[in-house]
């Protein structure tokens, strides 16, 4: 069935370092791929999209691309900031609908 | 809109009790979406339903736990009986086909 995997984590960076997450995934046809943000004692909000290959999804300076090839979805920022920190999740809208998320990043910036 | 709502915020059962989590989904979106999330297994996918009809149940974990949606603004995800394990934090989420889901800010279960 349809899957995604994603690095574990946590992931601990200085403020203005570069980021760098990496998400691969498995699904039959050409699923949707999103990459959707958590802050704490929230809900998932979207934070970018891609729905075909060699799409790329931005959105306040997170950029991630869809490589049809790779079957990746690799979330990058240049120069994250302490506001950044939060659980990051990738995830993969399949062609029945269904709605795949990985098991997530914890990404803490410190000043 | 007032986005996906549910209900309660926090719930704390005893063991062997049922427990019944709500969600009124965003009008017009035609899939409602139930995930669990715990540490150990991230977000779990437990069922989900287009136009009101269950699509895939394969992720709800025991025959204790039971979801239907009788109309397109209501859906409940019921335990009977609840575990100690069934903590968790539990989202409803809802969208139109293919695009983003929209989340609620889920339900806090904590079973003792």
């Known amino acids: 069935g349809d899957s995604v995997t994603q690095m574990e984590g946590p992931v601990t960076l200085s403020e203005e370092a570069f980021l760098t997450i990496n998400c691969t995934y498995t699904a039959t046809g050409y699923p949707s791929l999103f990459w959707y943000v958590q802050y704490p004692g929230e809900g998932l909000q979207l934070l970018l999209k891609?729905?075909?290959?060699?799409d790329k999804g931005s959105n306040k300076g997170f950029e991630a691309t869809y490589r049809k090839e790779t079957t990746s979805f690799h979330l990058e920022k240049g120069s994250v900031q302490v506001s950044d920190s939060a659980v990051y999740f990738c995830a993969l809208r399949g062609s029945q609908g269904n709605l795949i998320f990985g098991k997530g990043t914890k990404l803490s910036v410190k000043p | 809109d007032a986005g996906v709502i549910q209900s309660p915020r926090h719930e704390v059962t005893e063991m062997g009790q049922e427990v019944t989590l709500r969600c009124k989904p965003i009008s017009g979106h035609d899939y409602l979406f139930w995930y669990r999330q715990t540490m150990m297994r991230g977000l779990e996918l437990l069922i989900y339903f287009n136009n009101n009809v269950p699509i895939d149940d394969s992720g709800m974990p025991e025959d204790r736990f039971s979801a239907k949606m009788p109309n397109a603004s209501f859906s409940t995800l019921k335990i009977q009986p609840s575990e100690p394990r069934d903590s968790a934090v539990y989202f409803c989420?809802?969208?139109?086909?293919?695009?983003?889901?929209?989340f609620g800010q889920g339900t806090r279960l904590t079973v003792v």
């Open positions: 891609a729905t075909k290959a060699d």
């Open positions: 989420a809802s969208s139109p086909p293919v695009l983003r889901a929209f």
